[in-house]
């Protein structure tokens, strides 16, 4: 870091690097580990633990009791979650909470719940004192594999998802396969679909391990068990691997975003009824099917696709596909996200992926056709 | 940027690492420069141009003929400035109106207006896509010498001033002394608060040059000639230099954090009447005379720090002072805030800063026995 003044008439110039780096580690939330994972990252300093409706119903009192107790410091505080809270107004709480409980520069944010609360989080610890520390606890599946490995928070504004959001890297993720088991089967699946999205995308030996052994997860007493295990933590590092080329998005075609173009529109046409993984699926399944009447994805890859959703019991057909107006208008919304190019990811083989930059090469005609293919396929 | 895995056990690892880099230059805002500056910056892409109600008023048509004639298709937008729209719903608004405008990452937030409109203009660009370019443009001298120049921005929520906030570094930083004609002598005396905080801080050459001619600042006619300009770029300069070497403030012990302990306080007890370059000088003041009291600045020192203030015209007393509850709770709040030590910097000698850490090295009496002085020497 340094001054210069090398620009002719600059008055000055300033020069900013920033690093982080941090670990995702396995370990025992609701036993001591925690305890001692904190007070190693936070020095002795209080953390202001954050948890979901659902976390503090199943697990609030075994949360409450390793946390707080005896000499321990530590706040639990409670906020609602769903998508219409993911909001300034949760952050503000969150804020002034941290600010009322005094909490320092050099103290801790700590959420425990799954996706939405640990956006709240991440980006309310974004903000206080411009920026502290945070560790990230996924209590779903989806939350495990894929927004607790993200460094990316952010909230909503009135009906525009991540309006207002941030980069914020966590200090640490704890991965722990032991809150899996109260995991309703449809959020199972939900997980499973970001899974399915990140192996078609890019690693296509998370895309077998998904086949050979994918239904596992929907095995609630099986969860947490070694090959469960062994297909979280390849998500994991297949995640890790896409961010860790590319975290702040300078590079606007990214892999990961397969399934991630025409979903946003599905769910907020159906005012976030449709789950987050659902909708990932139908879009996954959809630019499979248009990558495959373009050309670039051979039947087998599609019909594999098609078939991996179909075996763990994941659907790929929405009615709201039949709007057409709603498919160019979350095309239209990609192009202004990602520097007024499409980039839409489309699966060229099992773990490998193109871009289409241009609107031109996704004719009204060939969008139509796939839908009607898809829903035939879906039946 | 890349991961590994060599935490023992560790799932996964990720470095990041963020660069960022600008310039300070001095340019004419309200000719033709703007135009082929933002042009530039943007690639010709649009930018939201976001103006203070002072400057729309004095400026704002000039400012439309450039921006906006033609082909260009800046948008111009006013808010609301004020310590109390210092708020989430100012960013809000800002966000909202980006996203209508389908401004795209690649484009651009320029704020022009005070230091409340650069925080709130700086805050919004941080979370627009998780993060936009900015440009920061100040219109009085207070922010051409300060917000403009810092990467901090931020809001206020309720009565805690800056409790959400972020580091963002702007694309580049436009100082044009033409905006300073029509600042108040009151305001150019704020900014004159922070230059002379800065010269007794971390700069005896820009103490002796205010010394010297600060006073040409209070002429308007003169405000945009060359020793005027020489003394808000060396402000500039001395400011970028002590950025430089600290601008995320791991480091808490902030030369340039002179005159912002008991300050905060005092503005938030008149409800934001007191502005904050007078609070600045009666804080600076203070803690020239406690330092005095500890042995640490000599009396020559102090006397060369009360006669700059008197003769710029600054007043150095408040009758809040005498409220000694709220120095010491305004002492708290500075150790909850600098990672519960107090470092509270006082002057050694012109130019040069120590650290007091202990609350036991600031006993009551120290601080009764200063303000004492304090008041006596400020009649």
Same mark, same amino acid.
């Given at each position: 870091m340094r001054s210069d003044y090398?620009?002719?008439?600059?008055i000055a110039s300033l020069r900013t690097e920033r690093r982080a780096r941090f670990d995702i580690v396995r370990s *025992?939330?609701?036993?001591?580990p925690l305890v001692s994972e904190l007070e190693s990252l936070t020095k002795g300093r209080p953390a202001l633990v954050v948890v979901s409706p659902t976390v503090e119903r199943i697990y609030g009192h075994g949360l409450r009791s390793i946390l707080v107790s005896g000499r321990r410091r530590n706040l639990v505080h409670l906020i609602q979650t769903g998508e219409k809270n993911k909001s300034l107004e949760s952050v503000a709480e969150l804020l002034e909470i941290a600010n009322k409980f005094r909490l320092s520069r050099d103290a801790m944010f700590v959420g425990i719940g799954g996706g939405v609360l640990l956006d709240i989080v991440g980006f309310a610890a974004s903000q206080f004192r411009r920026g502290t520390g945070h560790v990230k606890i996924g209590t779903t599946l989806l939350a495990q594999v894929d927004a607790a490995v993200s460094i990316k928070c952010g909230v909503n504004i009135g009906t525009s998802k991540n309006l207002a959001g941030a980069f914020h890297p966590p200090e640490r993720v704890i991965v722990d396969?032991?809150?899996?088991?109260?995991?309703s089967e449809r959020d199972i699946r939900c997980g499973l679909a970001e899974m399915v999205k990140l192996g078609v995308a890019a690693d296509s030996g998370l895309f077998e391990g998904l086949v050979r *052994?994918? $239904?596992?997860?929907?095995d609630s007493d099986a969860r947490d068990s070694d090959p469960a295990r062994e297909l979280v933590d390849a998500s994991i590092r297949g995640m890790v691997g896409e961010l860790a080329e590319n975290p702040f998005e300078? =590079?606007? *075609?990214?892999?990961?975003?397969?399934?991630h173009t025409i979903s946003p529109a599905l769910e907020a046409a159906t005012g976030y009824k449709l789950p987050h993984g659902e909708a990932v699926a139908v879009d996954v399944a959809l630019s499979a099917v248009i990558s495959n009447r373009m050309g670039i994805l051979d039947d087998m890859g599609l019909d594999s696709v098609l078939e991996l959703f179909r075996g763990l019991g994941i659907?790929?057909?929405? $009615?709201?596909?039949?709007?057409f107006a709603l498919i160019e208008a979350a095309l239209d919304d990609a192009e202004a996200h990602r520097?007024?190019?499409?980039r839409l990811p489309l699966p060229l083989a099992i773990g490998r992926t193109v871009f289409v930059? =241009?609107?031109? =090469?996704?004719?009204p005609s060939l969008i139509r056709e796939s839908v009607a293919q898809l829903r035939e396929a879906s039946e």
């Open positions: 090398d620009r002719e008439g600059a *025992s939330v609701l036993a001591g396969g032991a809150f899996l088991r109260t995991v *052994s994918g $239904r596992i997860l929907l300078h =590079d606007l *075609s990214r892999r990961v975003d397969l399934g659907g790929t057909w929405h $009615r709201l596909l039949e709007d520097g007024r190019r499409l930059d =241009d609107r031109e =090469d996704l004719p």
